[in-house]
């Protein structure tokens, strides 16, 4: 089957962030924007296909990625409703390696072959981005900007505390556990992965969870013009492939629309040493974004009830000294 090439004049937008830091409901709000096409899963390329060459084939992209839940039909997941009963699934796979086949089979062409066979059997033609979120795309994006050279990127950061409340959540509900060190270690080094790509480069865009929900209007008009798009209702109506969505919140929530409603419950549920930690250790990054803290930033957290075990301290005295989190 020949595949014809709709994304060739369009620009890729690669959203990232933390997991559970709000990349699902910007993907949502995006969705429908006439000038979008938007894949609406997490691909998951950033941790399955692009450091491993030797998943950097149709096979393993379609079965193993979450591309294989286009072939699912209607179902419900626990992030919310999906529909793809009008996709024939064995069409988009003949589209995919059709694409494939006139190209390197690289994870850069995988995806592209990913999106465009999208935009063929959604019927989207002549958009001017196409979009794919994942968290942890914050770590490919230097790579990924040799291959497009004018890709746009998005990041959203959350105040660490909800972000950690949230994912913790998350992760219990799928039997893991997430540990204060942990998570500390893995925000901070996605933050930095984001801070290095943006050094002279005007084609980021970096947006707090908070403002998304409580001021959406403002924050998605910031979005338009960073994309320079033109304004459109849509983008205040969360839908995921055209249809509406309820959101993914790890509280059981339904919502009919972008709601606040989340932002403060971590202070029901965190425990005071949960949050002690959390600000000693992160207190300049709060400071940078505007989150409140009653922490102290200084030599004195090495040595505070909050300090955590000695090889975390010892990471993060690699951090202080580096800027990457070990």
Request: hydrophobic share 35%.
């Given at each position: 089957m020949a595949c014809p090439n709709l994304i060739e004049h369009s620009v890729p937008l690669l959203i990232g962030?933390?997991?559970?830091?709000?990349t699902t409901l910007l993907l949502a709000l995006l969705d429908y924007h006439p000038q979008l096409v938007v894949f609406p899963e997490e691909t998951r390329f950033s941790h399955m296909v692009f450091p491993h060459?030797?998943?950097?084939?149709?096979?393993?992209?379609?079965?193993?990625?979450?591309?294989?839940?286009?072939?699912?039909?209607?179902?419900?997941?626990?992030?919310?409703?999906?529909?793809?009963?009008?996709?024939?699934?064995?069409?988009?796979?003949?589209?995919?390696?059709?694409?494939?086949?006139?190209?390197?089979?690289?994870?850069?062409?995988?995806?592209?072959?990913?999106?465009?066979?999208?935009?063929?059997?959604?019927?989207?033609?002549?958009?001017?981005?196409?979009v794919e979120?994942?968290?942890?795309?914050?770590?490919?994006?230097?790579?990924?900007?040799?291959?497009?050279?004018?890709?746009?990127?998005?990041?959203?950061?959350?105040?660490?505390?909800q972000n950690f409340h949230s994912y913790g959540k998350k992760q219990a509900a799928g039997g893991f556990s997430l540990t204060p060190e942990k998570f500390v270690l893995r925000w901070l080094k996605s933050l930095a992965a984001w801070d290095r790509f943006t050094q002279d480069n005007p084609n980021a865009l970096l947006m707090r969870y908070e403002d998304l929900v409580t001021d959406p209007r403002a924050t998605l008009e910031e979005v338009c013009r960073f994309l320079e798009i033109e304004w459109n209702d849509t983008?205040?109506?969360?839908?995921?492939?055209?249809?509406?969505?309820?959101?993914?919140?790890?509280?059981?929530?339904?919502?009919?629309?972008?709601?606040?409603?989340?932002?403060?419950?971590?202070?029901?549920?965190?425990?005071?040493?949960?949050i002690g930690?959390?600000?000693?250790w992160l207190a300049p990054t709060m400071q940078r974004f505007g989150w409140p803290t009653q922490a102290r930033h200084g030599a004195t957290k090495y040595f505070s009830p909050h300090s955590g075990s000695i090889p975390f301290r010892a990471r993060m005295a690699f951090y202080d000294l580096t800027g990457r989190a070990a």
């Open positions: 962030g933390y997991p559970k830091s709000g060459a030797e998943n950097c084939s149709c096979d393993y992209v379609l079965k193993e990625t979450g591309v294989h839940i286009l072939g699912n039909g209607a179902f419900h997941w626990p992030s919310g409703w999906r529909d793809y009963s009008q996709i024939d699934f064995a069409q988009y796979g003949q589209l995919v390696r059709s694409y494939v086949a006139e190209r390197a089979a690289t994870g850069e062409v995988l995806l592209e072959a990913v999106l465009n066979a999208y935009a063929v059997v959604t019927q989207q033609p002549k958009r001017k981005y196409w979120k994942t968290p942890g795309n914050e770590f490919q994006l230097g790579r990924l900007r040799r291959r497009w050279p004018t890709m746009r990127a998005i990041y959203i950061v959350r105040n660490p505390l983008l205040l109506r969360p839908t995921r492939n055209g249809a509406f969505w309820s959101g993914n919140s790890m509280h059981g929530e339904v919502y009919q629309g972008i709601s606040p409603a989340v932002l403060d419950k971590y202070r029901q549920e965190l425990t005071a040493e949960e930690f959390l600000e000693t």
